[in-house]
């Protein structure tokens, strides 16, 4: 079959490799018909979150059809269509029953305390092969998959994959209540959806920060308040809105990835981070491989953390749902003390928080199609990750079609 194989910082390549095949009683094969590109591979080519194997296929996002189940699975069965959650689960382990399904102590290949198993990661996280492929093996099949309703597309289901439930997560990780002020760092695909999430849980004002103009717009067609940061300081933006108080919660959507402003009034207040900055990069991208405007780690991948901590106000929230590498270790531990603010990080746990918003989908209740930008077929994979990567014009959100 045709698969994204990852063989190294700046080189992925659609390889032809082998079907994949029941392996355990908890497996199924499932035919993936869409799949997605999502802003935490670009992590894993760009070197800023190191571990990865060569021959992983890439990929955690997809929505197909069941084609063989293990002799353990009983609430499956061919032809069943499905949303593979990104995270892979067992239902029955202690953090599973508690719903902290991102935290299953028997999923991951590594031991109970290796944390998060998701498909096509670093060795850390399994490694599980991808689904960024004609077809993958899911382990804990009876958990990891959800069936999709007759009455939801595959198009419209393949942003509960991973982005709406994590989207979801960490507004409820920022704890939002009715009528909170909140800052939403980072306006991809993450960010839109954690602005959609943000409103429907309650809160009042939203506003948005990124750098890229076409993403501050499609915020503005929510109705965030949009900072751009190569054109304002976004702390100082923040504090003006909210009379000096600074806002309820944090949504934090960027990542290890993050980027100083590159002009403007920020741009020259962070000149004297410039070594600290790089100190962090050279932590946690000890490999890269640059290709002209392909595969640049983000140049501050502190500051998106930083800005968080700095805008939200006294005893405010922060959910942070961007991914940061292990190895990074600066954050703004004395700033956040002094103001006694909360923090709450991690993982989507989608296969508790999905059921729902599926049921929203269902409904016509929430539309997640229109934020794809972008659809590709399989055979187009490298290109359109290349065209991601820079963040060319419109390329938000890319699903990658297989049939
Ligand atoms: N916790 C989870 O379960 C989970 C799931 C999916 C994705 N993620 C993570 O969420 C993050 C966003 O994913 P995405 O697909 O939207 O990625 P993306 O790369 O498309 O978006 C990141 C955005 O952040 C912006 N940005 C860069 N520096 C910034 C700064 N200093 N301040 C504000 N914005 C800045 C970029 O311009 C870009 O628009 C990634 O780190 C990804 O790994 C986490
Ligand atoms: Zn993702
Ligand atoms: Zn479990």
Request: negative net charge; contains cysteine.
């Amino acid at each position: 079959m045709k698969a994204l194989v990852w063989h190294g910082e700046g080189d992925i390549r659609l390889d032809d490799v082998a079907d994949p095949s029941i392996q355990d009683a908890n497996d199924a094969i499932v035919r993936i018909t869409r799949s997605a590109i999502c802003g935490t591979d670009l992590h894993f080519i760009r070197g800023t979150m190191a571990g990865m194997h060569e021959g992983t296929i890439l990929g955690h996002e997809a929505v197909g059809v069941v084609e063989e189940v293990g002799a353990s699975v009983r609430g499956l069965s061919p032809g069943d269509r499905v949303i593979v959650c990104s995270t892979m689960s067992c239902g029955v382990c202690r953090y599973c029953r508690m719903g902290q399904t991102a935290q299953c102590d028997v999923a991951n290949p590594n031991g109970p305390a290796a944390g998060t198993c998701f498909f096509g990661g670093p060795a850390p996280t399994g490694p599980v092969d991808g689904l960024q492929a004609e077809y993958a093996r899911i382990p804990w099949a009876s958990n990891t998959l959800i069936p999709i309703p007759d009455n939801v597309s595959d198009d419209d289901a393949i942003l509960l994959s991973d982005i709406f439930p994590t989207a979801w997560f960490g507004a409820q990780l920022a704890g939002i209540r009715r009528g909170d002020t909140v800052a939403v760092y980072g306006a991809g695909i993450v960010g839109q959806l954690a602005i959609a999430a943000a409103y429907r849980q309650g809160a009042g004002r939203v506003w948005a920060v990124d750098g890229v103009q076409t993403r501050l717009v499609k915020a503005l067609e929510q109705n965030a308040e949009v900072i751009d940061f190569n054109a304002e300081d976004p702390v100082e933006a923040i504090m003006d809105a909210t009379m000096g108080v600074g806002v309820d919660a944090v949504i934090e959507a960027v990542g290890v990835d993050a980027q100083r402003p590159a002009r403007g009034p920020a741009a020259e207040k962070y000149a004297a981070r410039t070594e600290q900055f790089a100190a962090e990069v050279a932590q946690t991208a000890p490999e890269t491989n640059v290709q002209g405007e392909n595969w640049v780690p983000g140049n501050a991948p502190s500051l998106s953390a930083q800005w968080a901590v700095e805008s939200v106000a006294k005893y405010g929230r922060i959910g942070m749902i961007g991914v940061f590498s292990p190895d990074l270790t600066s954050f703004p531990i004395g700033a956040a003390t002094n103001k006694n603010l909360t923090l709450r990080a991690g993982n989507c746990d989608h296969r508790s928080v999905t059921p729902p918003l599926l049921d929203l989908v269902a409904a016509g209740l929430f539309d997640p199609a229109p934020f794809v930008t972008q659809r590709e077929p399989l055979d187009d994979v490298v290109d359109a990750y290349l065209s991601f990567d820079r963040r060319d014009e419109g390329w938000l959100k890319t699903v990658l079609t297989t049939e």
